[in-house]
């Protein structure tokens, strides 16, 4: 069993390569995916993480030295922490999967992303780690009222935080990114930039999905406007994902 693999569909837009070290998310998102993907009840995949298996961080440094191989001549692709979990929930303060999985990647001369809504205090210990490794430290965020995070995102960490945590990266040379998906109330995603563009190096900007009560009262043409005028008026480098770039 590969632990490292291609993702597939809109996930495609974030990473060619991804690798889930835990399984469950205590974040319990109300938009999560990944009970579905994964055919679980939502309650159930939130109740509590869990790492994947004893032998996760064997396996993935098995894969590691087979990309490397693969791909020796080639520029190494990253594999991004991770897409049906959050690599720094609180499980990591225990099992340091996340810490220990960019190490092994390091040794393999293989880049790591990440992407989490974790604990700021958390993910600070690995910020020396990310930067010697040149891990990519994304954060999701598309809410600038942490009333709004803590209806969507119940257990995920405050607005605060990852503005915080951003920053303190961004300033000690790390590349930043936001993962402005889903995007739910859309004057507070542009907020968001507002706020936070002088310390992100890169924005992903993707719709709300499989919520058509809350999608069909977005104007997303609009949105995807004053998104990207935003964006370039600070010169901020981003992409758009497809479904909001074809959105009528
Ligand atoms: S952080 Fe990601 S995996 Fe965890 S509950 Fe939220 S959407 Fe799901």
Known sequence: ????????????EYAPLACNLYMGCTHGCKYCYAPACMHKKPEEWHQAARARGENVLALFERDCARLAK??????MRRVLFCFL???YQPLESELHLTRRGISVAARHGIKVDILTKGDGALIEQDLPLMLESQTHLGITLSFIN????REWEPMASTVQSRLNILRKAHEMGIYTWVSMEPVIIPDEALDVIRQAHDYVDFWKVGKLNHNKEVE???DWPQFRDNAT???DSFGSRYYIKED???AV
């Open 229 to 231: 005028a935003l964006l």
């Open 85 to 87: 979990s959050d690599p």
């Open 216 to 218: 069909r009262n977005i």
């Open 70 to 75: 693969e791909r020796a001549d080639d520029e």
């Open 244 to 246: 909001l770039r074809k």
């Open 146 to 149: 942490d009333a709004s995070r």
């Open 1 to 12: 069993m590969n632990v490292i693999y291609e993702p597939k569909g809109r996930a495609r």
